[in-house]
């Protein structure tokens, strides 16, 4: 159990170009899930909470109008990256917390994004 | 959340107990200590997690000092699939929280 699935697993793109990427929590619903970003050799950094039903908290330095999350059920939230440009280039992962589950979260795969 | 400190990287033979170390000195009572593992290139896989007793589970135990000052993370016979970076994170739990990830420390399982 507890599985979250992520689509598309990398992606590339043109610079100028909108990407979405879709976080699903497969057999378990989540009020909240996070998106996290990792460029080569870092360690993830968190970059927003998405609620279900409501407005995404973003951490600071994380520009809102360029990464729009949208948490339309509880079971999917989605990541687009708008006007994508080479330095947005990286590896995007989302979480997943049950609603049963106060204090676990569960990690999608990944999507590798890379903007030419 | 507290801050943790793991050691950078850690070789360990194939076979034998793996034992990384995490100081979380300034770690708050209700914060628990979480692991998780990142293989490459894929996302981070939850381990095991304790306040303050010792815990096991099928993956591995986590051992807690009873000043909560430090742990030690036990893979008890490494394979080679076990070669991955592992996060130790002191955590509140809290909903609207994420994780704050640390550099944690690459183990490599050698044969």
């Known amino acids: 159990g507890a599985v979250v699935s992520q689509h598309p697993s990398r992606v590339i793109c043109k610079s100028g170009t909108s990407v979405k990427i879709e976080c699903r929590s497969l057999?378990?619903?989540?009020?909240?899930m996070f998106w996290y970003r990792q460029f080569p050799k870092q360690s993830l950094m968190l970059m927003a909470t998405s609620n279900e039903g409501s407005k995404a908290t973003y951490e600071q330095g994380v520009e809102k109008d360029k990464f729009l999350i949208n948490h339309a059920s509880l079971t999917l939230s989605t990541l687009t990256v708008t006007s994508a440009h080479p330095e947005d280039s990286s590896f995007y992962i989302c979480?997943?917390?049950?609603?049963?589950?106060?204090?676990?979260?569960?990690f999608g795969p990944g999507t590798r994004l890379t903007v030419l | 959340d507290a801050k943790t400190t793991q050691p950078p990287s850690m070789d360990c033979a194939e076979g034998r107990a793996a034992n990384l170390p995490c100081n979380h000195s300034?770690?708050?009572?209700?914060?628990?200590v979480y692991w998780y593992r990142q293989i490459h290139s894929q996302g981070p896989q939850y381990i095991i997690h304790g306040l303050k007793n010792n815990e096991t589970n099928e993956m591995a135990s986590l051992i807690i000092t009873e000043d909560r000052k430090s742990s030690t993370l036990i893979l008890p016979h490494a394979t080679l699939r076990d070669t991955a970076v592992y996060y130790c994170i002191a955590y509140s739990g809290g909903g609207a929280d994420g994780l704050t990830f640390g550099k944690g420390t690459h183990l490599i399982i050698q044969p």
């Open positions: 057999d378990f619903q989540a009020t909240t």
């Open positions: 300034t770690i708050s009572g209700n914060e628990y």
């Open positions: 979480s997943a917390r049950p609603l049963e589950a106060y204090n676990e979260q569960f």
